[in-house]
């Protein structure tokens, strides 16, 4: 099964040696254990780089990607479009003349790392078997993948959204091995609603017949109309209602008549087949248990965890320098929560804002609001 272009760029090494820029490579682990008990026989973490590692090792930053996000940050070798193409490159604020990026997939998705769509030692797809998997399971993948690669310490790991989660989680994982932590969209620990949110999504995919307990990769395409339910959800909450009401008010789709003509026979508002595309466009290139997989590791988010709480697990991080980003109009991770989050640190850093009408996505389509913040000062 391809889950979309990132498959398509994929060649396996078993080990790290010099990169070429923006094409993903894999490095295999040995036995890997999992936060929660679990186990697989090892792991192939799916990563990409651009740029070259000093002599000192002392310019590598990393990137984390969101939640149905890839390691394909900027453009390489190849012509295909990074996702923050604007924002990491040549002379970019993320300037890769100057720094080495490296981008590594998460553990349980399906761009490169071992997650459930992978195949066990006899081929089979993990499926039902693959391990509950945490943020923190991630990051001491990339533990392994930095210690490959040979850096010791991060100049700056970073991310948002998911990937906010899991760049706050190295730093309170290896605080030694991070020197500047950016946190962009996300929280100290998933809350309430967002545990609530995700709930939903997980249902719509589970109640899907199709998902056949986890274990459908040779019965067809899979739980497709449970993913695309919990991809409609979840892009609502990704975009604000101002947003949607100033692009789409109550306008029909084209021709479509939304009042129709008979009870379950009707055409779409414009809004509504919005959703749809959103929702096919993930089904074409995400793979149904690792967005439960990823989902659930954001619901476990909490960097307090086993820690004394988290106000404890981030007043011990005085040697990491760190920035913390809100969108300004973000309804899923609010930006109060990013308030807190930055009061808890040591320094009590101010929170950055990243104004934008359209809501959480505002990470992805406005990151080059920080450009400045970035640029003067936080990363010299
Ligand atoms: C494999 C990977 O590339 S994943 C790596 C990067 N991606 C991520 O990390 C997250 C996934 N991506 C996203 O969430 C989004 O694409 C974002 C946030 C990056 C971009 O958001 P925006 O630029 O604001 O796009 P927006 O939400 O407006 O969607 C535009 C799409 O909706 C479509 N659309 C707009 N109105 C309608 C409508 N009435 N009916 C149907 N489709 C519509 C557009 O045609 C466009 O389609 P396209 O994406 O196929 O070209
Ligand atoms: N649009 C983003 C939002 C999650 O933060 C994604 O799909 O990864």
Redesign the pocket.
């Known amino acids: 099964m391809d889950f979309g272009t990132a498959s398509q760029r994929l060649t396996r090494t078993d080990a790290a040696g010099p990169g070429r820029d923006g094409v993903l490579r894999t490095l295999r682990t040995g036995p890997f254990r999992f936060e929660t008990g679990g186990s697989l026989p090892f792991l192939d973490v799916g990563y990409e780089t651009w740029g070259r590692l000093d002599a000192d090792a002392s310019n590598a930053v990393l990137l984390h990607h969101?939640?149905?996000?890839d390691t394909h940050v900027a453009r390489g070798e190849g012509a295909e479009p990074g996702w923050w193409d604007g924002f990491v490159g040549p002379g970019r604020t993320i300037d890769t003349d100057r720094f080495f990026v490296v981008a590594a997939n998460m553990v349980g998705g399906c761009y490169g790392t071992t997650g459930p769509s992978s195949p066990d030692p006899d081929g089979r797809p993990w499926g039902s078997r693959f391990p509950f998997t945490t943020v923190r399971d991630s990051v001491r993948a990339e533990a392994r993948l930095a210690d490959a690669l040979g850096i010791d310490r991060w100049h700056t790991v970073l991310g948002g959204?998911?990937g906010g989660a899991r760049a706050l989680e190295w730093a309170a994982e290896y605080p030694d091995r991070v020197a500047r932590c950016v946190v962009v969209a996300a929280t100290a620990a998933s809350s309430a609603e967002q545990i609530a949110f995700a709930r939903i999504q997980t249902e719509a995919i589970r109640l899907d017949p199709d998902f056949a307990g986890g274990d459908y990769y040779a019965a067809g395409p899979g739980p497709v109309a449970g993913l695309g339910l919990a991809r409609r959800l979840a892009h609502i909450t990704?975009r604000s209602e101002p947003e949607l009401d100033v692009r789409f008010g109550r306008s029909p789709q084209g021709s479509e008549l939304p009042l129709g003509s008979a009870t379950f026979d009707r055409g779409r508002y414009q809004v509504e087949s919005y959703l749809d595309h959103q929702a096919s466009k993930l089904v074409g290139r995400f793979d149904a248990n690792s967005y439960l997989a990823l989902t659930e590791a954001l619901m476990s988010h909490d960097v307090g965890r086993g820690r004394g709480g988290v106000r404890s697990a981030l007043g011990r991080l005085a040697g990491v320098r760190f920035m913390v980003a809100a969108v300004d109009s973000d309804r899923l991770y609010w930006p109060e929560q990013s308030e807190r989050l930055a009061r808890s640190l040591p320094g009590r850093t101010a929170v950055r804002y990243i104004t934008s009408p359209i809501g959480?996505?505002g990470f992805?389509t406005d990151i080059g609001q920080l450009d400045a913040e970035l640029r003067d000062g936080f990363l010299d």
């Open positions: 969101a939640l149905t996000g959204s998911l990704y959480h996505d992805l």
